[in-house]
């Protein structure tokens, strides 16, 4: 269905929305994959064996244990015959006054058949092995129980090249495993503890740093940050700064507040949060996270692990679907971040009502990240009708990350990921592209607010 323009023609009829059946759905509704994870796939560095010292002795090794899989846990070996990955390692954040190197091994690495590099060769198992020292200029240099992360990122080895081994070209989000700290002496093995699995999702512009995100694998399908997480987290960039740029004229009577909905780790609501903080733009944003009661003691620690220096307002509260005094408690909203709802048809009906409570005509704004998995064709036809019916959708085509997820600026529809900017029909206006003149807003950092701007619009 088409945008639908009421001051065109205010006393015409809306156009009635096209209904669907699977024999005329459109490609992209139907997924042009039938496997349903897209035709790449977007891996990640996890840790394998996550019994750890988390209190590491300074100049020792240490083998790290790695696998290498996608958003579902699931490694296909087929992706990785016959070819490599090679990894690097660094202390984050990189003013922690920690080293981190990697360390040469006799053998194969962390004893894995022909493997002999830091990385992995031809399957989803790998390692390497670590050292870490404190460096002598840090400004925590006496502070021994500093906290600090080992980050592993995917690189092209020149090892594994040496060797004769092409590189797999996999799209791969860095771990960021901790935190450790540097202790006088060695621990011994029974006083090892699970160490935390966390990825940094990056700021727009390219600079260093962006939101420590931490997953948390045992708690299932609310654990992970699934793929699209970092489609819609570009999308939602675009419609901040867009809004900024509508309002600047008269400037921002009010903040642009926007609702995580059933977000599990928080990832993209607490991301925006960060970005908009680091930008100078935390003076127009408040983020509102919500989840089940279950889920929301991961979504408090993701807050807080990224509440240092970050003066954004971000809150978490439950909100169960098709309760309508949940959303009440909520309040008005200009963006409401659905990434990742859609995968059990017995759920359509309290997710589009809920919806439908949260979007206000000429205010709110949804952004469905949506990848095909689970549902069958007559599924997701009856899903696109029943958002058709009460919605206006429009499919964000070719949306970048931007390089935020740290895989590089990779487009939606290579990895099966869809975005609907979805509004209500009676929607008038439409928010316009283009750059804020960030020079306008006093407490603003226009240098900084201007690079955020600009990634922006080439999104």
């Not at 992706?79 to 954040?93: F, L, Q, R, S, T």
């Not at 928080?266 to 930008?279: F, P, Y």
């Not at 869809?418 to 950092?445: A, K, L, Q």
Request: with cysteine.
């Amino acid at each position: 269905m088409a945008d639908y323009d009421a001051q065109s023609d205010p006393d015409s009829d809306p156009p009635a929305p096209t209904l669907y059946t699977p024999a005329n759905l459109p490609p992209i509704m139907a997924s042009y994959n039938t496997e349903g994870w897209g035709s790449r796939m977007v891996f990640r560095l996890t840790l394998r064996a996550p019994f750890l010292p988390v209190h590491i002795a300074p100049g020792t090794p240490y083998e790290l244990h790695l696998g290498l899989c996608n958003e579902m846990s699931l490694f296909l070996r087929n992706v990785m015959e016959g070819k490599g990955v090679g990894v690097k390692i660094e202390a984050w954040p990189k003013d922690s006054g920690v080293e981190v190197k990697l360390e040469d091994v006799d053998g194969f690495v962390c004893g894995y058949e022909g493997l002999r590099w830091p990385g992995f060769n031809g399957g989803g198992r790998g390692g390497c092995v670590f050292s870490a020292q404190r460096t002598t200029t840090s400004q925590y240099e006496k502070e021994e129980d500093k906290d600090f992360y080992i980050k592993v990122s995917a690189i092209r080895s020149t090892q594994m090249e040496a060797r004769g081994v092409q590189d797999a070209e996999l799209m791969i989000v860095p771990l960021v495993a901790g935190p450790f700290r540097l202790t006088p002496k060695p621990v011994p093995e029974d006083s090892y503890e699970i160490v935390h699995t966390q990825r940094i999702i990056q700021f727009p512009d390219g600079t260093e740093g962006g939101a420590l995100v931490r997953e948390s694998p045992e708690s299932g399908i609310v654990g992970k940050i699934w793929d699209s997480s970092f489609f819609t987290a570009a999308a939602a960039w675009r419609e901040f700064t867009n809004w900024l740029n509508h309002a600047s004229t008269e400037g921002p009577k009010r903040k642009f507040r926007v609702l995580d909905l059933s977000c599990g780790t928080g990832a993209v609501g607490v991301w925006m949060a960060t970005a908009a903080a680091r930008a100078g733009l935390a003076h127009f944003l408040e983020v509102v996270l919500t989840d089940l009661e279950e889920g929301l003691a991961t979504i408090e620690e993701n807050v807080e692990l990224n509440r240092s220096g970050n003066r954004v307002k971000m809150s978490v509260q439950e909100l169960f679907w098709g309760k309508k005094e949940d959303v009440e408690r909520v309040g008005d909203v200009s963006l409401v971040l659905a990434c990742d709802l859609v995968y059990e048809a017995e759920f359509f009906a309290p997710l589009l009502e809920t919806l439908d409570w949260l979007c206000i005509p000429n205010k709110t704004v949804i952004l469905l990240g949506y990848k095909q998995r689970g549902l069958t064709m007559e599924e997701r036809t009856s899903m696109w009708n029943q958002f058709q019916e009460r919605f206006t959708m429009r499919r964000e085509e070719h949306v970048m990350t931007a390089g935020i997820g740290g895989f590089g600026d990779v487009d939606s529809e290579n990895v099966g990921c869809e975005i609907y900017r979805i509004t209500s029909p009676n929607r008038i206006e439409e928010i316009g592209s283009g750059m804020v003149n960030v020079n306008d807003h006093e407490d603003v950092r226009a240098s900084i607010g201007d690079e955020v701007m600009k990634t922006s619009t080439q999104s």
